[in-house]
Structures are given as C-alpha cells and as structure tokens.
C-alpha cells in the first residue's frame, strides 16, 4: 500500500506533504441494477452503494435502501461538477457520499452503512487536498513562451515544455478536466509520496477553471526508446546502456519497497534528462498492489502472463516487463517479439517460449531477462536482488574496460 509516513519537504521555500487519496470502498464499478439489488441486503434504512450507470455512459447511480425497496438516484456530470438535484455540486463521489451520510437532504434517507466491494478499491481525490499539502502552482507562475512547444502526446493531452522560476519543466495538460480527471489526480497524488534520483520529480498541479496540469521536472533527451531508436548502435555505448538499465532498476526497486506496482513499464515510459540518467515515468496506472484493473488496456508484449490473464499486478509482474525492457535496450529499440504476430504472443508466451538474447547482448544481462520471464511470478528475482547484478556487471564492466586501455 502507498500510505507512507506524511512525508513532509522543503521545496521552493514551503513545505508540501503527501496527497492521499480516499477509498471509495462503496464504489462497484459497472454492475446493473439487479446486481446492485441483489448486493443490498438487509434492505436496511440507509444502506448504499455507488455504481456506474449501465443506461447513461460515463455517469454514477447512487442505490439506496428505504422502505424495503431500493431507489436509484442518477448522479450527473455537469459543468465539471458531479449532482444529483442540479443544487448540490460535488468535485468527486467521496464528496457526494460525505454529504448524503450528514444529511438526506431530499433524497429518500440518509446514508449509512454501505456494502463495500469484495476485491480492488477504487479511490478518489480532490484540488483542495493538492491546495492544502502545497502543491498547487499557479498558472501565471508557468512561462510557455511564444512557441507552445509539445513535447509530446499522452493519455490525457499534450505536454509542453514551459519555464517555471528559471527552470524547464514539462507540463502535461488535461483539457477535459470532466471524466479523466479523477484518474489524472490519482496519478498526481500517487507521485507526491515518492522521490528517487530515478523516478520522474513531480514539481506541482495547476488549476485553472476547467483544465488541469501537471509539472514535472524537464527530461531533456525525450523517451528511452526514441532515445535507442535514433542514436543506434553507433552512438549507444554499452556503458550507456548498462547505465540505462541500473538507473531504471534503482527507480524500481524504489517502487518495489514502497510497494508500489507501476504496471506499464517500457522503454517508453522511461525519459532520459540532460545529463543521460534515466527516470521512470508514468504512473497513471501505478497503483496499491490489491488494485485490479478491469477493462484496461494492456501493452500485451510488456505484460507478465498472470497479470493479462487474471489481472494479477505485483512487483514481479514488472520485473517480467523489466525483462522486455532490458531486451528493448540491448536492442537498441526494437519493438519485442519481432516477427510473432500480436495475437499469436500470448499462445507462444504461456508455452514457454522466451525470446533470444539480441546481438551483442552480454550473457549476464540475458541471464536476468530469462529470470525474469519465467512463467511463476514467485520464481523471479526482486528489483533489489537484479540492482545488485547489474552493479556488479559494471564493476566487472569497468575493470575490463581498464584492463583494455592500459595494455
Ligand atoms: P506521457 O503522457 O507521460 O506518456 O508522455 C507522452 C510523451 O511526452 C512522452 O513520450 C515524452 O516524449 C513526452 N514527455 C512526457 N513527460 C516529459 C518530461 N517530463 N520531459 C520531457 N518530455 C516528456
């Protein structure tokens, strides 16, 4: 779980603590109507649960026992805001909730027990929690300068590249702050808990009306796999690449220790900054490890076999994609499984079948991708334990490398 110790710092001169999120143990996801009566049982005064509306996408239904009945109230969007009667307006459904178990306020009763989902939580955030930890900045605080320029394209919108007291920082910009922005926040909030050399340093939040943006720290040379892509084998050094895959694994074992699963590792959520160190990035599915996502989508040739096929998300989950990613660098980017059409991976992976080490690979490096792509998640190693076999492949690395230049 990711409720660490409030972990308090000084960053430009005030104090920002961690954002935490709420759990939304009343929150069922896609489930009908019947489904949801069938849940509400003792049809007690007050008990609830919140579902997503199966007739009208994108909005919630909030199911509420009275009189030995149920009553659905449509909860809509409007104007970025989440209601029930067009009155009361609420930012997230945590909002809403908190409000109905206070007061019935015209609907049938008030809230009171809930019947919680079995399985993965969902959770949700609010702007003020940002506001109140510092780490809101203010739009006028953020330069774009005349060109606007993107640096690319995610999720949720664009990022750009702006000034913000001197430095560069990327700014990713969520337009429609309505749908994604509670995924969004989670991915913001989820950051202010971890800092590491090797993780990608989330600066602030932005509010402005209805649009929502998150600074991070500027990464100069762009992804790791556009990075290997362009340069090639004539420009990338095995020392580079060595370097790549230890910084990558140090930001992981971070990850690891803190219990966090990141769940999309790829060389394209790695950035690379100005002086070459390698960052993690993109944690908009990193999430507690009970999470299980349903309906995702998943980068099948990344994806350990238990987590496509039974949602099954752990840190050893990514170290099977850290084995992918391990490939992607020795390969200089080369998109995995060349040659095995996607539909047909996932038959060829569960066989057994591994893919060969790319030219050149050292047989140590390979060694780990083997480990890691072995078909019981509990027979892989720990971030720790490969961090340790890389460092002392580069220790091995250096020595002969001495050894080289001073005969
Ligand atoms: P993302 O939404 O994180 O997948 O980002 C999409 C793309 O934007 C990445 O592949 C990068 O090319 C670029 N990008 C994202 N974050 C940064 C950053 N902090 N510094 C530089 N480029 C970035």
Known sequence: MFCLDNVCETHNNFKRAEVKLNAMPWFHGKIRREEAECLLQPREDGLFLVRESTNFPGDYTLCVCYKNKVEHYRVIYKDNKLTIDEEE??????????????????LCTRLRDSVPKRGGLEFSVDSKAFEK??????????????????????????????????????VKILIDSSKAA??????????TSLRHKNLVQLMGVVFDGGTICLVTEYM??????DYLRSRGRLHVTPRDQINFAIDTCAGMAYLESKHVVHRDLAARNVLISEECVAKVCDFGLAREESFNLEGGKFPIKWTAPEALKYHRFSNKSDMWSFGILLWEIYSFGRVPYPRIPLVDVVKHVEKGYKMEAPDGCPSEIYEIMRQAWDLDPEA????????????????KFQASANFHTSV
Request: with cysteine; proline share 2%.
């Open 220 to 225: 100069a040379k762009g992804s790791l796999v």
């Open 89 to 106: 307006f609420f930012e997230n459904l945590s909002q809403l909730v908190e409000h109905y178990q206070k007061d019935a306020d015209g």
């Open 182 to 191: 509670q995924s969004f926040l989670a991915e913001a909030s989820l950051m």
């Open 133 to 170: 930890a510092g780490w809101v900045i203010p739009l006028a605080d953020l330069d774009f300068g005349d060109c606007r320029e993107v640096l690319g394209k995610g999720e949720f919108g664009d990022v750009r590249l702006a000034w913000y007291r001197g430095q560069k920082v990327a």
């Open 380 to 395: 892989r190693p720990s971030f720790a334990v490969v961090l340790k076999k890389l460092e002392s492949f580069l220790k």
